[in-house]
């Protein structure tokens, strides 16, 4: 029952910082048919995602962000983000379950990237029914993604030895 606990605990303490930091810490963009947002929201995501797995990385991403669309009137975007930015987590931690290391933490939130770019693409293309226009988007959430990578990297040893008296 304890594992439960702690895993409850710690999902909802990663879910409320990834709205936090997406809600609050933002800048929209004046670009593309829907314009687009840099957030903050990827940090706690990476974060949870390197330091506790992929099941809590996929909430806090998924959930987090997805709260976020519902409450700020992006609400036609949550199912998406629900899916694209659960998949992010759940690959960021899925690699660092399997591979340690400051280089594969490196690769995962690359390959999130990846999905971000990809994901959201599909998404606005289907949602706007032009495939041209996505490609708007994409210097956005290469700079959003890439920040929290150049932020997550800077943090992650400290963080990781913190986590680690923490919750041995």
């Known amino acids: 029952m304890e594992k439960t606990n702690k895993f409850v605990v710690i999902t909802a303490i990663g879910v409320a910082l990834t709205y936090v930091f997406t809600a609050f810490v933002n800048v929209r963009l004046p670009v593309g048919g829907n314009g687009g ?8 995501l990476f974060i949870f995602a390197i330091l506790f797995g992929k099941k809590t990385g996929a ?9 976020f669309d519902l409450l700020s009137g992006w ?13 992010m987590g759940f690959v ?7 591979k340690q290391g400051y280089g594969w933490s490196a690769a995962a939130m ?15 293309g289907l949602i ?4 041209l226009t996505p490609a708007l988007s994409i210097p956005g959430n290469v700079i959003q993604v890439g920040t ?11 963080l990781r030895t913190a986590a680690k008296a923490i919750f041995r």
């Not at 840099?38 to 940090?43: A, S, Y």
């Not at 960021?92 to 399997?98: F, R």
């Not at 706007?128 to 495939?131: E, R």
């Open 59 to 67: 909430i806090v991403g998924g959930v987090g962000m997805g709260l």
């Open 92 to 98: 960021v931690g899925a690699i660092t379950e399997k």
């Open 128 to 131: 706007y029914g032009n495939w």
């Open 148 to 158: 929290a990578i150049a932020i997550v990297l800077i943090v992650l040893v400290p």
């Open 110 to 124: 690359l390959a999130a990237l990846v999905i971000k770019i990809t994901g959201y693409y599909a998404a606005e």
């Open 37 to 44: 947002l840099i957030h903050l929201g990827n940090v706690p």
């Open 75 to 87: 609400t036609l975007w949550a199912p998406f983000t629900l899916v694209i930015v659960g998949l």
